[in-house]
Nanobody
């Protein structure tokens, strides 16, 4: 059974940085794609960053230039480096992994940006 476990969330002041990690277990093959989504209270879940196994990356306009997604394909692990954080980045961040028609989600990690 595939499981994704996120870590690295927490409380940070505006302008600060956090690094999220998502480690997969129970998967023998490389995921086609891995990414990060977030959901703020009262809002729909939205894509933050996405990375294919071929190296193509996609970012939400709101995080371009501040967030960087990276992967360790050998470990089926994905990271999200978040810099220059803003209060509007506050949300639960979810890891997602795709393997052909299957999609897997982590349990989420809370990121709060507040002074």
């Amino acid at each position: 059974q595939v499981q994704l476990v996120e870590s690295g969330g927490g409380l940070v002041q505006p302008g600060g940085s956090l690094r999220l990690s998502c480690a997969a277990s129970g998967m023998r093959f490389r995921f086609n794609a891995m990414g990060w989504y977030r959901q703020a209270p009262g809002k729909q879940r939205e894509l933050v960053a996405h990375s294919t196994s071929g190296g193509t990356t996609t970012y939400a306009d709101s995080v371009k230039g501040r967030f960087t997604i990276s992967r360790d394909n050998a470990k089926n692990t994905v990271y999200l480096q978040m810099n220059s954080l803003k209060p509007e980045d506050t949300a639960v961040y979810y890891c997602n992994a795709e393997f052909f028609a299957s999609s897997y989600w982590g349990q989420g990690t809370q990121v709060t940006v507040s002074s």
